[in-house]
């Protein structure tokens, strides 16, 4: 799967190929293309092209392999696996991301954001992850949020970190 972005959104666009796995019930999921686009931008000027493989999961797998790779016995929105080649060999393959679509989906909707918008922020935020970025400490939270928020904003989408109100239901 190849992405490229308008002029508007990046730069130096990042030519991506995207292998994509859906090992999940649920339904409701982006497009290849739109996956794509979101990996795209975040890589953005960092390299010219990169390998990712992303896999759409159920809880169960995502809960098994935040238990084994992360402590935590319970399922989570994004795990970033950053490939370990050495640079000299100037392979693009960054690494793989697994999303857990139900997490996503409970989040999007208890943050009141558009699901879409939540993918988007989860592929951009995983994504990251792979470029080596981080967020452990408050210094490195900072940089990897507003990066995220400059992307995001760049696809259209609103600021992931600003809080939203839940709509109001008419009388």
């Not at 990996?39 to 010219?48: D, F, L, S």
Request: net charge negative.
């Amino acid at each position: 799967m190849n992405a490229t972005l308008s002029e508007s959104q990046s730069a130096s666009p990042a030519d991506i190929q995207l292998d994509v796995q859906r090992a999940t019930t649920h339904t409701a999921l982006p497009s290849d293309e739109d996956l794509a686009l979101w990996a795209a931008a975040a890589v953005g000027t960092h390299r010219a092209e990169a390998e990712i493989s992303l896999r759409i999961v159920d809880e169960d797998e995502s809960q098994a392999l935040n238990s084994q790779y992360r402590g935590k016995d319970k399922p989570t929105n994004v795990l970033s696996f950053p490939a370990d080649i050495p640079p000299e060999l100037g392979l693009p393959l960054l690494g793989d991301l697994v999303i857990c679509a139900q997490v996503v989906a409970r989040e999007a909707e208890q943050q009141h954001k558009a699901c879409s918008a939540h993918w988007a922020h989860m592929v951009v935020h995983g994504t990251l992850h792979l470029l080596g970025y981080d967020h452990i400490e408050d210094d490195e939270a900072e940089i990897m949020e507003n990066l995220e928020t400059r992307i995001l904003a760049g696809l259209g989408i609103d600021d992931p970190y600003q809080p939203t109100e839940a709509p109001t239901k008419g009388v």
